[in-house]
């Protein structure tokens, strides 16, 4: 079965292309790395043509919400448009735990990712929309938005965090079994403290940041209430715990 998978090149794209190949389907990994812009439309109708199931998992900045709006509108809407006209028969996105309810009360990169979610709903293709809580890669990424002046700041907020090749697998299993036409979530097997999260990550890194828990600490600029990142009581949890991958990571290091 022909699958493209746009954002091919990215942390989870990668790891669903190398899966995909290794079972056996025939793969097109898109991005502007591999000449196809889903924003401008350069290169779709080529990259589209064949495939039956479109996986969407390619990504926008997460600080310039302004531009995370262009980008999640624009390249949903000319996935839609293009993948219609090849006669896509799934069309899959992965998008975050909580999307509705933060772009709600917070906007920002939630917004835009809102906003792609309604365009898939209101498109009526086939289609099935996965939401992942944060990946362990991520965490990185959370701390560093958090530092100022080599100060990270945290709050108490809850979080549930999940390896990308869990992530990886999910999106896999989703897009060859029926469209959902609704959404689906999947999460890491554990629950920590955004604070005690990032504390590992520096210990594991020897960074040497100072951390700080603040009860107003904002997330991404968003206010976070306590469990505003955990999912749902249906959500499939996923194997690897942190502490596994820690362990894994480590050994590719080495
Ligand atoms: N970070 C998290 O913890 C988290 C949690 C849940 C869900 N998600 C969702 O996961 C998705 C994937 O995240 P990720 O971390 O794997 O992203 P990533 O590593 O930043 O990869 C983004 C991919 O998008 C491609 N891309 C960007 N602009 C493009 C364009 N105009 N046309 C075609 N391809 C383009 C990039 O390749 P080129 O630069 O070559 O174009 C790259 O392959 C995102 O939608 C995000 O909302 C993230």
Redesign the pocket.
């Known amino acids: 079965m022909k699958v493209a998978v746009?954002?091919?090149?990215?942390?989870?794209?990668?790891r669903i292309v190398a899966a995909l190949t290794a079972d056996g389907h025939e793969v097109v990994s898109?991005?502007?790395?591999?000449g196809?812009?889903?924003?401008?439309g350069e290169g779709l109708a080529e990259a589209l043509a064949g495939v039956e199931i479109l996986i969407?998992?390619?990504?926008?900045g997460?600080l310039d919400e302004r531009g995370a709006n262009d980008?999640?509108y624009g390249?949903t809407l000319n996935l839609l448009t293009y993948g219609a006209a090849a006669g896509v028969r799934h069309h899959v996105?992965?998008?975050?735990?909580g999307t509705d309810r933060l772009a709600r009360t917070e906007g920002g990169?939630f917004a835009a990712?809102a906003a792609?979610e309604r365009l898939i709903r209101g498109s009526g293709r086939p289609y099935s929309i996965v939401?992942?809580?944060?990946?362990f890669?991520?965490i990185a990424?959370i701390a560093d938005a958090a530092t100022s002046q080599h100060i990270a700041r945290l709050s108490h907020a809850l979080i549930q965090?999940?390896a990308?090749q869990d992530?990886a697998a999910a999106i896999e299993s989703v897009a060859f079994g029926t469209p959902v036409n609704g959404v689906v979530e999947f999460a890491g097997p554990d629950q920590f403290r955004l604070g005690k999260l990032v504390r590992e990550d520096f210990r594991i890194r020897d960074d040497p940041r100072e951390l700080v828990a603040d009860p107003l600490a904002r997330y991404f600029g968003t206010d976070l209430d306590e469990r505003e990142l955990l999912p749902g009581p249906d959500a499939t949890i996923t194997p690897t715990r942190l502490s596994e991958w820690i362990a894994q990571e480590a050994a590719e290091l080495r």
């Open positions: 746009i954002g091919g090149t990215g942390l989870i794209g990668t898109a991005s502007r790395a591999t196809v812009n889903s924003y401008t969407d998992v390619s990504n926008s997460y980008f999640f390249s996105a992965l998008s975050v735990v990169y990712k792609q939401h992942s809580t944060q990946f890669e991520f990424s965090p999940i990308a992530v």
